[in-house]
């Protein structure tokens, strides 16, 4: 089984968000595997515990990526590969993302690829589906349960809190949402073990693509962080006092019920 | 500004969702003085185009087939592509719903263009369409322009108007025969889960709870207050894994994503993941006792308090004032 794992730095969760210059500011930020990335790292090497082969992790990114990408590996990912389109590319879209991890696997032969099913950043749940039309692979997204048998998938596949049984058959997509699994941490030996594992740096020109092919479909004119809320009223005094105080807030001054 | 827009009207239980009506406010504005055409695909939808039209769609293309009954990621894009190929539109807005976020990359995908997901805005500016959208979980917003392909979004349900339903409009209805071949994934076994009452994503009044409720029980005052503002009932992550409610009622990154006029957080903390579900909505009440929690740094309203008091005391003040 040859199971390819897309991932994507983003920021930490936590982190508060800033501008300078019309963008955010990433200075001392942290950084983590998005969230739901991680998900499909674990169930990567979970199928690959069962049905053998290897986890391949790809990121798009710039070089800062590595860290992530060793986590991945010290977590279980068998090897790595980051492809870096910094240099060629500034303000690439998902379409920009999808184009380069699909033509990097177009001749790879995967036949599992798991990707987060959306990334806490950018927020936008294309690249998964995207990468797959590109590649003429079914997808299937938000996924809460994999099972694999020969060639045969099934998998569960949550939509707005129903669930779909889904079968498939190999290669296939998948995105993951959360409730697919627990993410291991990395544990000592793996981290150390990490080191050593294959991480492959690549460029463009490296799968052949130059700037005109991952060209952007859309752009971003503005980057605005919201209103800041005027401190909410917190209500004193008596709680019964308080609720009707409320009650009449909501009523005369927001006008909502 | 004239351009010709598509709108996929969403099927769920025989009836059309509110979202679909919002995409049709977002196409009337991206259209101008051109034409907006309704699209519906399913097994027997055919009854719902006049409900479209009356909501703004000059006429509406129908797919029928039998396999089209279940929404799969195959054949609704060979049914929307074979739509798209026949109108030659210059934009598509559809919902960011499960379906529009499966099947919106798809399309974009195959037809090369550039995809705005998650609008919460729609503006013309300079000749262009600007679309406004969260990123960072609701910590900051972007201005978006499609640059190369189609006008092509899906909108975050609640948050564009629609516009007002108009029973004496009247236009076309046709249909499209499209061949549903080769569909690759195959639904063995659907689980609804039956939220009763209002659909949460596009309810007015949302009264959550999360693990501060303790259990199922607990969630029973959430249900009286939701009932008597005519709302629906929420919940947060920590409440569905504590199995206090069912996973549908989740609101957040991973749940349902909400804006309702008004929604009343108990027993939730204000978890980022969270926020990133709810934070726009336009007026948050919270009611937790611990004074620092972080709900009340996006609240408007705090009450800092035992819910199990404040709730039931909320209930009888609501119901007197409705009466
Ligand atoms: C990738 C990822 C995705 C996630 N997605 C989501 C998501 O979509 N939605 C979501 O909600 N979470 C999500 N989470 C989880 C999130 O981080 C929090 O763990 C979760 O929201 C906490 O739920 P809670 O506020 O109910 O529980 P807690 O954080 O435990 O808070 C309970 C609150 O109840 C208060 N309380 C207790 N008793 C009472 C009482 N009697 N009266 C009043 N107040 C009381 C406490 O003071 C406390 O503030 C996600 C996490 C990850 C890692």
Redesign the pocket.
């Known amino acids: 089984m040859n199971t390819y794992v897309l991932l994507k730095r983003t920021f930490d969760?936590e982190e508060t968000i800033q501008l300078s210059n019309g963008k955010i500011n990433e200075e001392g930020a942290e950084f983590i595997i998005n969230?739901?990335d991680e998900y499909a790292v674990e169930e990567a090497i979970q199928v690959r515990d069962v049905q053998g082969g290897e986890v391949t992790v790809v990121s798009v990114g710039n070089e800062e990526a590595e860290k992530q990408l060793r986590t991945a590996l010290a977590m279980g990912a068998d090897q790595a590969v980051l492809i870096n389109s910094e240099e060629d590319i500034e303000n690439g879209d998902q379409y920009t993302t999808a184009k380069i991890i699909a033509e990097y696997l177009k001749d790879k032969a995967a036949d599992l690829i798991i990707a987060g099913n959306v990334a806490?950043d950018s927020g936008s749940g294309q690249v998964g589906p995207r990468v797959a039309e590109m590649l003429g692979i079914p997808a299937i997204t938000t996924i809460t349960n994999l099972e694999i048998d020969g060639s045969r998938v099934t998998v569960v596949r949550d939509i707005e809190g129903d669930s779909e049984t889904i079968e498939a058959s190999l290669p296939l997509l998948v995105t993951a949402q959360?409730g697919l699994n627990e993410p291991r941490y990395p544990s000592l030996p793996g981290i150390m073990k990490a080191k050593k594992k294959p991480l492959e740096e690549l460029e463009l020109d490296d799968i052949d693509l130059d700037e005109d092919d991952i060209e952007p479909k859309t752009k971003t004119i503005e980057v605005f962080l919201p209103p800041k809320k005027e401190a909410g009223k917190v209500l004193t005094g008596e709680m019964n006092e308080q609720v009707s105080e409320l009650v009449q807030l909501l009523r005369s001054e927001a006008k909502v019920i | 500004m004239s351009r010709k827009i598509l709108v996929l009207g969403e099927v769920r239980d025989g009836s059309l969702r509110n979202v679909s009506f919002e995409a049709m406010g977002a196409a009337k504005l991206a259209a101008g003085s051109g034409e907006v055409v309704g699209v519906l695909i399913g097994d027997a939808v055919q009854s719902l185009g006049n409900e479209l039209i009356h909501y703004g769609a000059d006429r509406v293309v129908t797919v029928e087939d039998k396999q089209l009954k279940h929404y799969t990621s195959d054949s609704f894009s060979q049914a929307l592509l074979a739509v798209i190929d026949q109108e030659n539109p210059a934009g598509i807005i559809l919902g960011h719903t499960a379906l529009g976020k499966d099947l919106a990359p798809r399309i974009a995908s195959k037809l090369s263009s550039g995809l705005i997901s998650d609008a919460t805005a729609v503006e013309e500016a300079g000749g262009h369409l600007v679309f406004t959208r969260p990123i960072y979980s609701g910590k900051a917003f972007e201005k978006k322009v499609i640059t190369d392909g189609l006008i092509f979004a899906t909108v975050r349900p609640n948050n564009i108007a629609a516009l007002e339903k108009d029973e004496s409009r009247t236009g076309e209805i046709s249909s499209l025969s499209v061949e549903i071949k080769d569909v690759r994934t195959i639904i063995k076994d659907v689980v609804r889960k039956a939220t009763e009452g209002v659909d949460l994503s596009e309810a007015k009044v949302i009264v959550a709870?999360?693990?501060?409720?303790?259990g199922k029980e607990g969630f029973e005052p959430l249900k009286e207050l939701a009932k008597v503002l005519g709302g629906a009932v929420g919940?947060?992550?920590?409440?569905?894994d504590a199995d206090y409610c069912d996973y549908s009622l989740?609101?957040?990154?991973?749940?349902k994503v909400v804006t309702p006029d008004l929604y009343i957080a108990?027993?939730?903390?204000?978890?980022?993941?969270?926020l990133?579900?709810m934070s726009n909505s336009k007026v948050i009440v919270a009611?937790?006792?611990?004074p620092e929690?972080s709900?009340f740094q996006v609240a408007d309203y705090g009450i800092v308090?035992?819910?199990?008091e404040?709730v039931p005391l909320l209930i009888e003040e609501f119901a007197a004032v409705k009466q």
């Open positions: 969760t969230p739901y806490i959360q | 709870g999360g693990r501060g409720v303790k919940a947060s992550r920590g409440a569905c989740q609101i957040g990154q991973t749940g108990c027993g939730i903390s204000g978890a980022i993941q969270h990133a579900g009611i937790n006792k611990d929690a709900i308090g035992d819910l199990f404040v």
